[in-house]
C-alpha cells in the first residue's frame, strides 16, 4: 500500500462549484499533514496546514478523520484559477530524517 | 514567498557533460531536499540533508551526488549527462523534519 493515496481525477467542474478530494495515508502515527498546489510546469506550494481536526482558510478547508486515516480538502465557489494539481503530503512511516512524502496529486479543471 | 533559489532554470546540453544544479536559501532552514518531477507525474525524492555535511539517498535511485558544506546551499551534480536525466529538478528546504517544505521555482533539464 502507497503511503499515500489521492484520486489523481481530474476533476471537471464548473465556476461557483464546490470540489471536495480526499486524500488516505497509511501512517497512523503521523501528526502533521499538507495540501500543496502545483501548478503546471511550476514548483508546489504550500495551500494549508492540518494539524488537528481540521484548518479552514477563506474558501478552503481542510478536513482530518484520524480514526479513518484521510485528510481532505473542500473548495467552495471554485474560480477558474484554483485549476491546478492538489499534492496531499503526509510525513513517511517512521518519518525521522526523511519527513514528508508527497502524493500523486490531484487534477482540478475549473471550467467557464 | 520563499527565499529559496535555482539556477540555472533551464539547461540543455550535450550527452556527457558533468553538470551542477545550484540552490541556495536565506532561510536558515537546516533540512534540504532534492526531488525529480516529469512532466505530469508525481514528485520522487532522490537527495536530503539534515544539515551541514549530513546527506543520503531518497527513494528513487539517482546517478546524482549531492553536497552540503554551507547551510544555505545544497548543489546537485551529475558526472555525466545522459538523455535519461531529462527531467525537472525540485530543491526544498524546510525547518523540521516533519514540517511543511518549500521550494525553490525548479531547473529543467533536458540532455540532447
Known amino acids: 500500500r502507497k503511503e499515500v493515496e489521492q484520486d489523481p481525477g481530474p476533476f471537471n467542474v464548473p465556476e461557483g462549484a464546490t470540489v471536495a478530494f480526499n486524500c488516505t495515508y497509511s501512517?497512523?502515527?503521523?501528526?502533521?499533514f499538507f495540501w500543496y498546489r502545483q501548478d503546471c510546469r511550476k514548483e508546489p506550494k504550500l495551500l494549508m496546514s492540518?494539524?488537528?481536526s481540521g484548518n479552514e482558510d477563506g474558501r478552503f478547508t481542510a478536513q482530518l478523520n484520524r480514526a479513518s486515516q484521510y485528510i481532505s480538502l473542500l473548495i467552495r465557489d471554485s474560480k477558474l484559477s484554483d485549476s491546478a494539481t492538489y499534492l496531499c503530503v503526509v510525513p513517511l512511516r517512521g518519518a525521522g530524517r526523511r519527513a514528508l512524502t508527497f502524493g500523486s496529486g490531484t487534477r482540478l479543471q475549473v471550467q467557464p | 514567498e520563499a527565499d529559496i533559489y535555482q539556477t540555472p532554470r533551464y539547461l540543455v546540453i550535450g550527452t556527457g557533460k558533468k553538470i551542477t544544479l545550484e540552490c541556495s536559501q536565506t532561510?536558515?532552514?537546516?533540512?534540504m531536499y532534492w526531488y525529480q518531477q516529469d512532466p505530469g507525474m508525481e514528485l520522487h525524492l532522490i537527495h536530503y540533508s539534515y544539515g551541514v555535511n549530513s546527506t543520503e539517498k531518497g527513494d528513487l535511485s539517482s546517478e546524482s551526488t549531492v553536497s552540503r558544506i554551507r547551510t544555505e546551499h545544497f548543489p546537485l551534480t551529475l558526472e555525466s549527462a545522459r538523455p535519461s536525466h531529462t527531467s525537472q529538478y525540485l530543491c526544498a528546504s524546510s525547518p523540521g523534519g516533519g514540517s511543511e517544505q518549500y521550494f525553490g521555482p525548479g531547473t529543467r533539464l533536458t540532455v540532447t
Open positions: 501512517n497512523s502515527a503521523s501528526q502533521s
Open positions: 532561510m536558515g532552514h537546516d533540512k
Open positions: 492540518v494539524y488537528s
